[in-house]
């Protein structure tokens, strides 16, 4: 730490990524829920010699043809859409901008560990609401509010949704608070809000291309929200970085926001391997919190969660594991291909065989 650095953020704690590892060839990553399929055809047609010579050309700040999709996607004026550079960009503006005359926000205590860094970094207050006894978000925690409201849906790291009329019911008791709704994994079962933006001008969506698109790497956000609100975000991405995305990013969403059957195919296909494989863990006595996203959480009444993401380690495999109360004995797993998860199946059936032989009181554990 610099003699140079502002009082301010000496104390910060920054958000911890999830690991990326330089070499994957011998490796199943299954920790920071990427897409375990390639891009839209034709995104990969887009790249293009003429398109890289193009980059010397600066991009287009409006990203005009980007949002011109989005909106068609969603049937939407490109009004009411600004995109940014990966959702985390945006969030970072909403969280700078939209503190309300409390310097406030309020968000689930277990969540997208981004949202009380953002509160520091800014100055605001976090509030953080507990989650249920089962795991979900209740609405009426957040009813009449005094502060910005910020709820992933489906939430992360639990993966599971709430329901349009949950939404709606926070919408109505705070129309003077904006409600921020992070569907960075909506797309995998889950029900979008972008419905009700005509109804509340109090209510900011927020996606991403990360997940349901396979563009984890080109960095592309969007949000969408009443016209006013979305000014509001441009005027401040324009004073930040005008040129946030990159040329060949915008062709690439462009293309994959484009082409919906390829959508609809590759999250089907994921949908379909997580239910099959939530199916085999729980065969193995595992408990998965219903999830609508592209990932699991999930932790065995035996085996603690650490040791269980230590041991697939000891197979190439990686998943995440947080060590937070109340989750400590939980791994989020992303789902991958249908190859990955037979693997990440083999390898926990012969942990539980190891984990037997070491531990003589697991079988009293599994039958308590």
Do not use: W
Request: aromatic residues 12%; charged residues 30%; negative net charge.
């Amino acid at each position: 730490m610099s003699r140079f650095l502002d009082e301010r953020y000496k104390e910060l704690e920054p958000y911890t990524p999830g690991e990326q590892p330089k070499n994957l060839k011998r490796l199943i990553k299954l920790n920071t829920n990427e897409n375990p399929y390639p891009p839209a055809p034709g995104v990969l047609k887009i790249i293009s010699r003429e398109e890289a010579e193009g980059l010397r050309l600066y991009s287009d700040p409006e990203a005009a043809e980007l949002a011109e999709a989005i909106g068609d996607f969603y049937g939407i004026d490109k009004s009411m859409i600004m995109t940014g550079n990966g959702s985390d960009e945006i969030l970072a503006f909403i969280f700078m901008i939209f503190q309300g005359k409390n310097r406030r926000f309020y968000f689930p205590e277990i969540s997208y560990s981004f949202y009380p860094v953002y509160c520091d970094v800014f100055g605001a207050e976090a509030v953080k609401v507990p989650l249920a006894s089962d795991f979900s978000v209740n609405p009426r925690d957040y009813e009449r509010a005094d502060g910005t409201i910020v709820i992933t849906n489906p939430n992360a790291p639990t993966g599971m949704a709430m329901s349009l009329k949950d939404i709606e019911r926070i919408l109505k008791s705070n129309r003077e608070n904006l409600v921020v709704i992070d569907e960075a994994y909506v797309d995998f079962g889950a029900e979008s809000c972008v419905k009700l933006l005509k109804g509340y001008d109090n209510l900011l969506v927020v996606q991403t291309f990360s997940k349901s698109r396979s563009l984890a790497g080109a960095r592309i956000g969007f949000a969408l929200g009443h016209e006013e609100v979305i000014a509001d975000l441009n005027r401040i991405k324009f004073s930040f970085n005008p040129y946030n995305l990159n040329r060949l990013s915008i062709k690439a969403g462009v293309e994959a926001m484009r082409d919906r059957e390829y959508f609809e195919q590759m999250t089907g296909r994921i949908i379909r391997t997580r239910e099959k494989f939530v199916s085999e863990m729980e065969k193995m006595g595992f408990i998965l919190l219903p999830s609508k996203a592209n990932f699991v959480f999930a932790r065995h009444e035996s085996i603690p969660g650490e040791e269980y993401f230590t041991k697939l380690r000891k197979y190439n495999i990686i998943v995440r594991y947080f060590g937070k109360p109340r989750i400590r004995d939980f791994v989020r797993i992303t789902i991958g291909t249908d190859n990955e998860m037979e693997e990440l199946l083999t390898a926990t059936q012969e942990i539980l065989k190891e984990y037997r032989q070491e531990d003589p009181q697991y079988e009293k554990k599994e039958n308590t």
